[in-house]
């Protein structure tokens, strides 16, 4: 398995973007078996919730509440970032990146937290 570090965290204005980097570290063999990277969030007293995802091929998903607003991307095969503009309050939370194997394992990162201040 890959071993992922989030990144690029903070504290920020509503209104306000981040950028948030995942780097994945590991053997060849690992980092070619991910066939898809994502974002996820959990917010104090809240499970954790899908923000978005792509797949090896590029193919995103964003949640509802993301759609519009944040962007997915991936550098190469071992970096993902998420762009987050107009950010809001309600998107303050601990943000993790998340590694999906082919045979449906995953990985996590240790969480990055982003706090949106009204």
């Known amino acids: 398995q890959v071993q992922l570090v989030e990144s690029g965290g903070g504290l920020v204005q509503a209104g306000g973007s981040l950028r948030l980097s995942c780097a994945a570290s590991?053997?060849?063999?690992?980092?070619?078996?991910?066939?898809?990277m994502g974002w996820y969030r959990q917010a104090p007293g809240k499970q954790r919730e899908l923000v978005a995802t792509?797949?090896?091929?590029?193919?995103t998903n964003y949640a509802d509440s993301a759609e519009g607003r944040f962007t997915i991307s991936r550098d190469n095969a071992k970096l993902v970032y998420l762009q987050m503009n107009s950010l809001k309050p309600e998107d303050t939370a601990v943000y993790y990146c998340?590694?999906?194997?082919?045979?449906?394992?995953?990985?996590w990162g240790q969480g990055t937290q982003v706090t949106v201040s009204s």
């Open positions: 998340n590694a999906l194997y082919n045979n449906n394992g995953d990985s």
């Open positions: 792509i797949t090896s091929g590029g193919f």
């Open positions: 590991g053997s060849i063999f690992s980092i070619f078996s991910i066939r898809r």
